[in-house]
């Protein structure tokens, strides 16, 4: 049984698809590029597909995770171009390797969002920013299904700043919903539980600098993946099997050497 990983995106209106559409979509998505798929056993066989820390409906994502199983090997670059081309677009496969390693889903530790901020002057936004970073606590208030519920929003949070308008912060085909100037926020946040979500940085931020953008905030995740201490940065989660990949291709030249007669 081979596994294959994929990274996918939720762009443009798309970022409205609910983890459920996500879900029906792909399965016709893998029927019509016939994927030999594995199936799961009992009354009810599914593909086994596993997906991995969705992003919240309404918001986009350039690193969305899942995992399939086959029946026979395939080339991961081919897949992914079939795939892709059998999704709408705004949902594209952009990244597919070959699972060589153990644990995609505790390789997915933090994230980076980037928050537009329409109607919020730059300088506005920058000292909400430094009023939020310098509390030590900041409690907001979710709506859970026993009712409300107050956390903290600020532990989670690695790194927030306000960034230049004028720098290109992700790709070009990256979800962006409007030209206009705006202020933009890099949030680096930890997956946690309770889980702290860009929109619960939003309101630590009305909460303890009143800042409250007059429009809904444009949010887009840009990366997921281990949180590096070191660096402050999260890294890509892929980035194992593809070096285990590597390794192989170079064992296996040097493993038929010493086989070959004298």
């Not at 949070?157 to 230049?164: I, P």
């Amino acid at each position: 049984m081979q596994r294959i990983r994929l990274r996918y995106t939720k762009r443009g209106r798309l970022r409205f698809t609910s983890h459920r559409d996500f879900q029906r979509a792909f399965e016709r998505a893998l029927r019509r590029a016939e994927v030999p798929m594995a199936y799961s056993a009992g009354f009810t066989p599914h593909p086994k597909v596993s997906y991995a820390n969705a992003a919240p409906t309404g918001t986009g994502s350039e690193a969305e995770y899942l995992e399939i199983a086959l029946t026979e090997a395939r080339d991961p670059e081919r897949l992914r171009e079939l795939l892709d081309e059998s999704l709408p677009t705004g949902l594209d496969i952009v990244d597919a390797v070959e699972a060589r390693t153990s644990g995609l889903a505790d390789r997915l530790t933090a994230s980076v969002w980037e928050l537009r901020l329409e109607g919020v002057a730059p300088e506005e936004a920058r000292r909400a920013v430094d009023t939020f970073n310098a509390a030590v606590t900041v409690e907001v208030q979710r709506l859970a299904k026993n009712g409300m519920r107050t956390f903290d929003a600020r532990s989670a949070v690695e790194g927030l700043e306000a960034c230049d308008a004028r720098i290109e912060t992700h790709s070009p085909q990256a979800d962006r919903p409007t030209d206009q100037p705006c202020a933009i926020l890099r949030l680096v946040v930890r997956h946690v539980t309770p889980a702290v979500r860009p929109d619960d940085v939003l309101s630590g931020l009305r909460a303890v600098a009143d800042l409250a953008p007059p429009v809904p905030a444009g949010v887009t995740r840009l990366a997921q993946g281990l949180f590096d201490e070191e660096t402050g940065t999260v890294t890509d989660p892929l980035a194992p099997d593809r070096e285990a990949a590597v390794a192989l291709s170079m064992a296996a030249p040097t493993a038929a050497a010493s086989q070959a007669p004298a």
